[in-house]
């Protein structure tokens, strides 16, 4: 990998990266092997490497393997890592990993494991585990949009053929707009974060962001405002058919936009850049410069801001739908059956586009009747309420939990392969065993199904789900069973035996 890119270059940015989250970054080749860090290791994790670092090369180089967009999981010590492949001449060639990324849950456990595993004794590690810094979920959210925008940045800027230092510069600004642009629902907000931000950093003369029915412009004369309405529907009608952005030196000169009324007192060069949702144009970001000014050679930055917009935007339409759908369940705080209902035949269909997998796992509380019984109706609340929040911290933030009814839950883990669904599902069960819930120990057993090219229907995979959950349940309860559909005219196969039932 390293004659195809720039060492000074990459490692440069990388250090950057890194000194940004707080966390080490590596680069590793296809087999796992790091070929850049940047970082120290906290002490946990030197002593792990130490001892086993065979196992962290193996943990590394299955996230590489498993990476298909940002991809999150734990390596055997039970800290997270969040991996981007690197996509050099349309081939994954490695990738980059942020690592050491400790979430809520405890840790004892899983480094008492690995201490086992490794040969060390386990209080060396169980007694460093607390040192560790913990990551909440909004961090953990602005990584994933870091680590996305740096991997798909910086292959091309630290290119053997291409050492512009100027486009180092800019993902330095992009760096910096995504830690500006925090976690927020609030439309407005973001859209004018996003305006600012632009005028400050490519020193604009005007700039606008619209997103739907909503619009943020800088623009403060009315005269200079009614012209940059009529020339941005003209803009519109172009990105939002190409899909691709638009570069005019001088918009008065241009054989059709010029014509429109008010745009000849226009005297600016523009780039207009779609705003892209599943390949359909929900938005634009325009920038209007000087004329002569080096207004297009910000357009790959420009394009990377519009894909980070695109995904803010769509979680705050997505909170504001949940809002007013009434689709949180109250007493766990997930998502409730309408939500699960809605948000998984949509998973489903776009993944199927793509022929990409979609997994699916159901879990149920073992014995929940007896406890009920036994303890009384408020406490059974109470557990699932305690349940509700081990889920939350067991599984990604990309992943969708829910509550689906009575002691039942599921969780909606798009474009995930059987292995890795596998791993969170064990990962959920693990974690709600380890946990000390009231009155007495509490265990789920769980069924896992994973539909290769997401064609078959989404009632179909829950009900292979919840197949594969009463198989658990038969089997002694406590445990895990995953179900494979490669397509839905070959029928279902159990992971754990092999056997193939046809639907």
Not at 204 to 220: I, N, P, T
Request: negative net charge.
């Amino acid at each position: 990998m390293q004659d195809l890119v720039d060492s000074e270059t990459w490692q440069l940015v990388q250090d950057r990266l890194s000194a940004t989250i707080g966390l080490p970054v590596v680069t590793v080749d296809l087999t796992g092997k790091i070929i850049f860090q940047s970082g120290q290791f906290p002490f946990f994790c030197t002593l792990v490497m130490k001892k086993g670092g065979q196992f962290c090369t193996l943990c590394r180089h299955d996230w590489t393997d498993n990476a298909v967009g940002v991809y999150q999981d734990s390596c055997h010590a039970g800290l997270y890592a969040i991996t981007a492949p690197i996509i050099i001449e349309d081939r994954k060639v490695g990738a980059l990993v942020v690592e050491s990324i400790r979430s809520e849950q405890q840790l004892d456990q899983a480094a008492g494991q690995a201490a086992k595993l490794i040969g060390l004794e386990p209080d060396e590690l169980v007694d460093e585990a607390p040192n560790l810094p913990q990551q909440s979920a909004a961090q953990v959210a602005t990584i994933k949009a870091l680590l996305e925008t740096f991997a798909m940045t910086l292959p091309r800027i630290a290119s053997a053929i291409s050492q512009d230092r100027k486009e180092l510069q800019q993902l330095n600004v992009l760096f910096d707009y995504l830690n500006q642009l925090n976690a927020t629902f609030d439309v407005p907000k973001i859209l004018n974060t996003t305006l600012n931000f632009c005028m400050k950093t490519f020193q604009l003369e005007d700039c606008s962001v619209r997103h739907g029915s909503d619009l943020a412009r800088f623009a403060y004369l009315e005269a200079r405002n009614q012209a940059c309405s009529a020339l941005e529907e003209g803009l519109w009608a172009h990105v939002s058919n190409s899909k691709t952005p638009l570069f005019i030196e001088d918009v008065r000169k241009d054989f059709l936009l010029g014509q429109l009324p008010r745009v000849d007192g226009l005297a600016n060069s523009v780039l207009a850049v779609p705003i892209l949702w599943d390949g359909v144009a929900r938005g634009m970001l325009v920038l209007y410069g000087k004329i002569g000014s080096e207004l297009r050679a910000y357009e790959e930055v420009a394009l990377a801001l519009a894909k980070r917009v695109e995904m803010v935007l769509t979680a705050a339409a997505r909170y504001k739908q949940a809002q007013e759908s009434a689709v949180t369940d109250k007493l766990t705080g997930l998502y409730n059956k309408h939500y699960f209902t809605e948000t998984f035949k949509n998973e489903v269909a776009r993944a199927a586009k793509f022929k990409r997998p979609t997994s699916l796992l159901i879990f149920d509380v073992d014995n929940f009747k007896s406890y009920n019984d036994t303890y009384g109706h408020p406490e059974g609340d109470k557990l699932l309420a305690r349940l509700g929040e081990v889920l939350r911290e067991a599984v990604g933030t990309i992943d969708t939990s829910c509550r689906y009814g009575g002691e039942e839950f599921v969780v909606i883990l798009p474009e995930t392969k059987p292995e890795h669904a596998m791993a969170v599902s064990e990962r959920v069960r693990a974690a709600v065993d380890a946990t000390e819930f009231p009155n007495r120990k509490t265990t789920i057993s769980v069924g896992c199904v994973t539909c290769m090219n997401s064609s078959a229907s989404p009632d179909f995979m829950l009900k292979e789900a919840d197949r594969a959950l009463y198989k658990s349940k038969h089997l002694g309860k406590n445990r895990v069973t995953g179900f494979i559909i490669v397509d839905k005219n070959l029928g279902t196969i159990d992971a754990s035996e092999g056997t193939v039932k046809v639907a």
